[in-house]
């Protein structure tokens, strides 16, 4: 890859820097006003996605100095770099080619001089026919039963994905079957997900990379004595398969390389989905359903791979989001999806993209002298207006927000669909233009109250309106913000693909264990931690 400019230290980035002041007094109602035609100006619409931008403090000087600190931070290198297998995961030594997965094209893409399509292919295909067998009735289980209950044993990419695409995409599953997702180490995660299931009748897929994550082992080791108690040990083939990048390991577990469905090295956990680790998600919508939603990821990926960078949308998305995080000192951002079954999205894109982007040094392992990924969070509306949108409209702190919504219901039941989305259009209006003093005391409000009734405005949203959530929307959706976090990479010259920062913890935890199951091991820890292990211990 080209070598990257100190990005604080650029033209563009001085540029900005300036600018920014000058628009820390500018409000969005003199923006609207000065341009009657900003609302469609500053939007793109591609295949099933609106994006409407205008609603952010901007104009058209500064969106293209933010779309020239991408180029200066060599984005289409970068991205070429990704798209061709080139090892941009520098401390792993890895491609990065989630892209791969998704790649219905099926042209060619090579790693270490070799196709990765006809693997892909084949999991694929393997994938798909498992699931016809699974839904039919026709595998597993004991003689005369079926599979009912399908339980996803991983964590973090390997939980997160499939747990929010069965959520997100849950009008087109099979509701005849029953599917839990269990990831927390925590016992009680198990023990309720099992607790009414009948293991004659339950199939377990044990996602894991690695093979070796410490809770989804502990949680599939649990779960095949449940199995085990019941049935016996000649029952484990047929309730238990893996998914995973380890053969050696998921044999040693029992289970065998026929019921074992393989990724890749080249594949992050958290952009997992779209492959192996989206089995339980594809037995629940069917191949078909699944197949659609890789269109929809692929379509994504072209869209941002050939679009120029002004009419890109993840680009768009990302430029907004380094100007507020950089310029403005935006900590974070929230992502508000207008649609229930999108429950979990935010809790998807917390780990995609804090552990992606939640980075200190550059790629050289030099201090990265700006601030990097924000913190993620969200939760579908209208929820969120009873509980933090306070804070969005007249808070201290400035939260960039994404709006997702959709012109049809999944679930048309009277005017439910008419309220949600005049919830949806108001917020956007309401953060946007405010409500001035003037206007507050326009409508007859005591003077002493007018400051409490005050909204400031300008608070800036991105507002994304689709046709429906349906598998190929939801797969552009998805791409779209996965994207969205590589660009931001590539201009704060961070390693997007690697996740040392969660290293630290789970040793320490490891050494700590022993000491929990001998009360008689000597403590060593630091005062505090010392402390509250030996009340722990007291029981
Ligand atoms: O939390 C760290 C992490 O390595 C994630 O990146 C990953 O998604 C998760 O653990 C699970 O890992 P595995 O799929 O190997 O069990």
Redesign the pocket.
Known sequence: MPRHPRIDRTAEWRSLAKLAKSFKSVSLRDLFAADPARGTRYALAFDKLYLDYSKNLFDGEVLSLLLALADRAGLPAAREAMFTGRKINLTENRAVLHVALRNRSNAPIFVDGKDVMPGVNEVLSRMADFARRVRAGEWGGEPGRRIRAVVNI?????DLGPAMAYEALKPFSDRELTFRFVSNVDGTHVSEALRDLDPAETLFIV???????QE?MANAHTAREWLVRALGEEAVPRHFVAVSTAADKVAAFGIGTENMFGFWDWV???YSLPGAIGLSLMISIGPENFFAMLEGYHAMDNHFRTAPAAENMPVILAVLGIWYANFFGAQSMALLPYDQYLARFAAYFQ?ADM?SNGKRVTRRGKPVGVTTGPIVWGEPGTNGQHAFYQLLHQGTRLVPCDFIGFKRSQNPVGEHHKMLMSNFFAQTEALAFGRTAEEVRALGVPEKLVPHRVFPGSRPTNTILADELDPKTFGELVALYEHKIFTQGVIWDILSFD?WG?QLGKELAGKILPELRDPSLPLAHDSSTNELIRRFREG
Request: glycine share 24%.
């Open positions: 991983g964590i973090g990419g390997s996602a894991s990379k690695t093979f070796t994550t989804t992050g956990g958290r780990q552990e996740q969660v």
